[in-house]
């Protein structure tokens, strides 16, 4: 079982990382060609869609796996929760289009309304996408999934770079890109436009068919995960859709830019939570599943802060290879507080299982929305009165770490999980304090800081010896 998952995880891995290194190795060109107010522009356009996509797709992706569970549901499911996405992406794109100036202006691209109608287009096609790509996952398909997402990142980023170094700007100019931060947002465009491609074999399965009594279901379950999939967007993305205006826009810039490099931390949490969800779904009714949950949520534990103290101990290196712009540099120290908080929301998501397996969705909600309370609290406070950027992303840090304690403590009131909190609990300390060391007094000294990181891979291996000699011998 553990083969298996370990398995599809990393092949979901590939599907999730692989575009994500693929667009992280063109942030280099990004970060190059666009100054730091052309990024700051970019990336409160990306903060906005990500918004979008939560409202628009409702939750519907979790619903799927968790109807499509029961037996003799999984096409009635498929076909109901495609035709209400098609719905909800349809009556968007239209609204976009007809109110498209006065969205811009309102939104502050007066110059600029075509932004909108890509944003909306985006949007459109990502929706779309959401239930297909979910039949993948369920039919345990990681190597199509992953495929297409591959395909897909590598379309939009030779499709960047096209336009940034061989396609004429006469031709650019012709389709209204007029400026050099226009040219990946539209490479987006193209790339969601080929995924509909690339998916339409799996499109096409869909019938004429909406069952009533099932959607009432479905939108009773996913309403309170769509609520907690916007407070998780608050979380990610509500520091950089206000920090333009609130710091100079070299800041926000260099904030975004930055940004970027903890992403790898993201790509883990990402990987790990492909892999795990409908897993989580299929174990829920097995006798053991309690401590198949404890279990998993160890090992991600263990190899999270592994990952997690890797990239923090070379940020010297990745920096001048992935932030070739040294004055991006002045928001560096955000990185290893973001990939740490990255780190947390992934126990987290491990810790919510509970919630979700009970068809307690809705105090997923409240936890979600407690968290995104705090980080837009803790956002404005560092923002309007102190013009600190370094204070957005504690508050993302600080967000992550209650919600995390809260999802804990809920669920063993009301669905216990033996978690080894003790074991757990030391490895999160021992990576603070290494963290600590490297950035306050190595000063991310690549040499050193890898010294101490050997070190931490060292203790953690001789604490969990028994769980890896045991792997061992069973594999």
Same mark, same amino acid.
């Given at each position: 079982? /553990? ?13 999730? $990382? ?60 498929? &076909? ?7 719905? #909800? ?7 976009? /289009?007809?109110?498209?100036?006065? !969205? ?55 499709? #960047?770079?096209?336009?940034? +170094? ?10 209204? %890109? ?17 995924? @509909? ?10 019938? @004429? ?62 990987? /790990? ?6 897993? @989580? ?53 955000? $990185? ?13 998501? &491990? ?6 397996? #009970?068809? *307690?969705?809705?105090?997923? #909600? ?16 560092? %923002? ?12 993302? @840090?600080?967000? /992550? ?15 216990? $999980? ?24 190595? &000063?991310?000294?690549? %040499? ?12 953690? +291996? ?6 890896? !000699?045991? *792997?061992?011998?069973?594999?």
């Amino acid at each position: 079982m /553990y083969k298996k998952l370990l398995g599809q995880t990393i092949i979901y891995g590939v599907g999730a $990382i692989a575009p994500r290194i693929i667009l992280f190795i063109l942030n280099p060109l990004l970060i190059y060609k666009i100054p730091n107010e052309g990024f700051a522009t970019f990336t409160q356009l990306y903060a906005w869609i990500s918004f979008v996509n939560i409202i628009l797709s409702f939750g519907f992706e979790t619903a799927y796996f968790r109807f499509s569970a029961e037996e003799g549901n999984e096409k009635k499911t498929f &076909n109901t929760s495609f035709w209400f996405l098609f719905s #909800t992406s349809t009556v968007f794109l239209a609204l976009c /289009y007809l109110f498209n100036q006065q !969205l811009a202006d309102y939104a502050g691209y007066h110059d600029n309304p075509e932004y909108i109608k890509w944003f909306a287009m985006i949007a459109f096609f990502d929706n779309l996408l959401v239930i297909p790509f979910a039949w993948l996952r369920f039919h345990n398909k990681p190597i199509k999934y992953s495929v297409v997402r591959i395909v897909q990142a590598i379309f939009q980023a030779v499709f #960047t770079a096209a336009l940034f +170094f061989w396609i004429p700007q006469s031709i650019s100019r012709s389709f209204g %890109l007029d400026q050099n931060v226009d040219y990946p947002f539209f490479s987006n465009l193209a790339g969601s436009a080929l995924g @509909f491609l690339l998916l339409l074999p799996i499109i096409v399965k869909v019938r @004429f068919q909406f069952i009533t009594s099932l959607f009432r279901r479905m939108i009773k379950y996913s309403f309170p995960l769509m609520l907690a999939g916007l407070a998780f967007m608050v979380n990610e993305n509500f520091d950089k859709s206000i920090q333009k205006g609130l710091i100079s826009d070299e800041e926000a810039g260099a904030y975004g830019g930055c940004y970027k490099l903890a992403v790898l931390m993201t790509l883990f949490v990402t990987a /790990y939570r492909m892999g795990i969800e409908p897993f @989580f779904f299929k174990q829920m009714d097995k006798g053991d599943s309690k401590k198949t949950y404890a279990k998993v949520a160890e090992y991600f534990a263990f190899f999270a802060c592994a990952v997690a103290l890797g990239i923090i101990a070379n940020i010297s290196w990745l920096k001048s290879v992935f932030i070739p712009n040294k004055s991006y540099w002045i928001a560096i120290d955000i $990185i290893p507080i973001i990939v740490l908080a990255n780190l947390c929301f992934g126990i987290y998501y &491990n810790f919510s299982t509970w919630y979700k397996v #009970t068809d *307690r969705t809705s105090v997923g #909600t409240i936890i979600s929305w407690l968290g995104a309370g705090i980080n837009i609290a803790l956002n404005l406070l560092a %923002l309007k009165y102190f013009r600190s950027m370094i204070g957005s992303a504690w508050a993302t @840090f600080g967000a /992550y770490v209650i919600m995390m304690i809260v999802s804990y403590l809920l669920g063993q009131k009301y669905y216990p $999980i033996p978690y080894r909190m003790k074991k757990m609990s030391f490895f999160l300390i021992l990576l603070g304090v290494f963290s600590f060391i490297i950035v306050k007094y190595l &000063n991310y000294n690549i %040499l050193m800081s890898n010294v101490l990181f050997l070190i931490f891979i060292g203790i953690l +291996f001789y604490s969990e010896k028994d769980m890896i !000699l045991s *792997r061992i011998k069973k594999s």
